[in-house]
């Protein structure tokens, strides 16, 4: 198995009411590379700035 690069489980983002993010769980393993391929607004900017900690602002 191998080793962990990156994990996060339970991810969650609200604006308001919207819930942009509900347990969103995202792992990385060394030499993986990722794509996010999901419909506009299902929250992968949200998701980014979350794992890259740059905040909350959008
Ligand atoms: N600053 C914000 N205020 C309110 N709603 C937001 C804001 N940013 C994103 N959203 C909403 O959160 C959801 C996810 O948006 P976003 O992370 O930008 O998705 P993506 O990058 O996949 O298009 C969408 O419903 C979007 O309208
Ligand atoms: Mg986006």
Redesign the pocket.
């Known amino acids: 198995m191998a080793q962990l690069l990156y994990e996060a489980r339970g991810i969650a ?1 609200r ?2 009411h ?4 509900r347990g969103a769980d995202f792992t990385v393993y060394p030499g993986e590379i990722v794509a ?1 391929i ?12 979350i794992l890259s900690g740059a905040g ?3």
């Open positions: 983002r604006y308001g919207v819930h942009a993010l996010l999901v419909d506009n607004g299902a929250g992968k900017s949200s998701l980014v700035r909350h602002s959008s």
